[in-house]
């Protein structure tokens, strides 16, 4: 009877002085003498009070928006998010939402383009296993949303589904998706794990960009491609990538500033630009097969020894650059160009290994600045020694 009166009293305060803009749901009145009405303490409690009303009725009636399919079947659009009572607007509030099965006789099939979008206070979400497709944006910004099952109906889900879901700590991605479209969990900054099918053959760009408690995460033996950025700023600290990887593109694992262990599939082609950049990763053999080493691949990464393949031709601009835990690197004959800055601010690195005649070492077509701001070296070749002062 004590909470019943305070609440009531708390709601009657607010019918009289309308200080929040929250709808509302009639109580009895019952008096409650030993209430602080200090206004600070109604105003916090009648918020409080009104999203649990509102979180309650939202939960059995679900205002759902659909549109029907060219198959028959329907699409989830959305979900109202204001109400008008006695001519005032107010703002609707959802911890849970149950995505229905059947609307009108008919499955509900989809979870539209942007659907539960920016619906900061959802907590939980159940969806049914007649959903097939989750669209772009469709719970982005739900930066309170901790629990959602993703059954293995789903055969794919959009770009940015998952954006900004602040508090999302795990997911389990259905059996029959495919792919990860770009941006799809960018900034889930308390993710920590993350379970991939093996259907996977794509991973996009910017996939996991600033999953900052990401730690660890299996790539499932089909994947043939990572995106840009797909991995940057994680905080994953190894990784097997699987022969099947055909292609990394740039700056992939930039910034994974804990990354200190990483396997490199065989048939990669090149290692792209950036991709490694910041990482601390320490050694490091480039696969054979491999011909180019794109423009600060390993930039600013903490390795101290590097074993180049035969059959590499080029080591582009700044490749290397400000590695300044480089001690020693052995370079194939194959090479025929290092680029500017290529080896630039590698205070460590006394000792060039070169599988090649000096009359090779010396062909070889080097960019301006590729050795600046080293100290003295060596260049050991087959034939002979290079000393080089600074």
Known sequence: MKNRAKTALILVIF????????????????????YDYNLDNIKSEIEELSKEILCMTAASQYPFEYEKNPDGTY???GIERTTIKKGQK??????????PSIYKGKPVTKIGDEAFKSLSDLKTVLIPDTITHIGSGAFESCTSLKEINLPDSIVSIGSSAFKYCESLTEIALPRSITEIKEHTFTWCKNLQNVRLPSSITKIEGYAFYCCLSLEKIILPKNLEYIGSRAFASCAISEIVIPDSVKEIEYWAFEDCANLKNITLPKFIRTISDSVFKGTSIEHIVIPEGVTEIRSGAFSYSKLKTVVLNEGLTG?????????????????????????Y?????????????????VEQW?????????????PSYTVICTNGEINISE
């Open 75 to 77: 699409t989830v659009t």
């Open 341 to 357: 800055e290529a080896f630039c601010r590698c205070t460590s690195l006394s000792e060039i290994r070169f599988n090649g005649t």
């Open 362 to 374: 010396e062909s070889i077509e080097k960019g301006e600045w590729w050795d600046s701001q080293m």
């Open 15 to 34: 019918l009289l002085m309308q200080l929040l803009p929250w709808a509302l749901v009639a109580s009895p009145i019952f008096i409650f003498p030993e």
């Open 315 to 339: 080591i582009s601009w700044r490749a290397f650059k400000n590695c300044t835990a480089l001690e020693s690197i052995v370079i194939p004959n194959s090479v025929r160009i290092i680029g």
């Open 90 to 99: 107010y703002k609707l509030i959802y911890e849970q939402i149950i995505v």
